[in-house]
């Protein structure tokens, strides 16, 4: 990938799938697929709640969150006041769930966020929250099930919460073969770059500590 399509910036690596509506890396679409006949075959209707995401969308999260337009929560999920933080703690806040624009994963087209359409009754809002997921969730089942079958097709869960800063999202899924790749090509300069260009709210607190940033939550991952 070049710097645009590592950042977000562009989207000449992606591919639009109309069923299920999502778009990913052109390499990642096959075995997305194959996943999914996998999941359909075992009971599960294996659905992208999220898939490509631009720099421009991840800027307007990103902004929405500093600027208190946005709800934020802290570790253990409690609600944010963010005008009682610093920019620093802001900045540190947002990034425990939420990536810096041209920094997401979801820029490069290999990371989804996966449910079950079936394990919910009509009207339901998915809130990908770890409670969904865990004993007694709705994607319980499917958490179980990905855990067990979606290393055979090359995904795995990068943010367990044991060596990525970010917490854990049992919901988020990445094609290791193509993002692997991208994590090592996506380095401090090209980040630098991206986000000096941009309108980012924090933008000096952010790239005053760029390179701490970046190795807590763009280098460390979690692997299987």
Not at 27 to 52: C, E, K, M
Not at 76 to 104: F, K, M, N, Y
Not at 155 to 172: A, C, D, Y
Request: charged share 20%.
């Amino acid at each position: 990938m070049n710097d645009g399509e590592l950042t977000g910036q562009v989207r000449t690596h992606i591919e639009t799938l109309p069923d299920p509506e999502c778009a990913l890396h052109t390499h990642v679409v096959g075995p997305f697929l194959n996943l999914r006949r996998a999941a359909l075959a075992d009971g599960f209707d294996l659905t992208p709640q999220s898939s490509f995401r631009d720099f421009s969308r991840q800027l307007t999260i990103w902004n929405g969150k500093f600027s208190g337009q946005r709800p934020m929560v802290d570790a253990s999920g409690q609600p944010l006041d963010v005008r009682r933080l610093s920019p620093l703690e802001r900045v540190d806040a947002i990034l425990l769930w939420s990536a810096l624009p041209g920094a997401s994963r979801h820029h490069w087209g290999t990371d989804i966020d996966l449910i079950d359409a079936r394990a919910t009754p009509a009207g339901y809002q998915v809130q990908l929250t770890p409670e969904e997921f865990a004993p007694g969730g709705p994607f319980a089942p499917l958490g179980e099930w990905l855990e067990a079958n979606a290393p055979r097709f090359g995904f795995f869960r990068p943010f367990r919460g044991v060596l990525s800063g970010v917490r854990p999202e049992p919901w988020h899924f990445s094609f290791a073969p193509v993002a692997e790749n991208a994590r090592r090509a996506l380095s401090p300069a090209v980040l630098n770059r991206a986000i000096a260009a941009a309108p980012l709210l924090g933008k000096e607190a952010v790239l005053a500590r760029l390179d701490q940033l970046h190795a807590r939550y763009v280098a460390n991952i979690d692997w299987p």
